[in-house]
């Protein structure tokens, strides 16, 4: 009787966790997102010679960096949106990086990206992820200019992976 009672006891304790940490998972299913490119979509973006890609699906903007953007100083990027109808999360940024918010006016969002070199930065995950609050394709990354160490700076070849994905799925 007492091995019972000291048996359920621990499955009391162990579950409790358990059960918060479930709830926390349902109530939160972005805390298990992963954002990864397929390797079709990398040598799709090669062969197209785009150096930076993004998807706004799921009310998440997702970008990515080609692996031949290298020796970077920093990264700017403009996101241009329907400002009457879609507005961001800007507390809530997953990026590889550190940014900083340069700017929110009318219509655009421009986001530096700092620090590439002390950073092991992944091509393969995404550079940044951005919350925004309506599912709608009036987003779309307008520009981004690579600054290198070599004191050069480069404009970016930027496209939407989701013509991409609806064209090949």
Partial sequence: MRKKVKTNIILFVVAIPIAIWLFFLLESPNFLWASVISLREQEAMKENKRDLWYTNEWNVLDVF?????????????SIAYDKENVSFDLDDIDAQTEYKILSNDDWNLLIQFNNFSNKNFDYKNSLFMLKFSWETQNILVSQATA?????????????SLNQYRQAHD
């Fill in 65 to 77: 960096l080609d692996d031949k953007v290298e020796n970077l100083d920093y990264l700017t990027v």
């Fill in 147 to 159: 600054s290198l160490f070599t004191w050069n700076d480069r404009f970016l070849a930027v496209w």
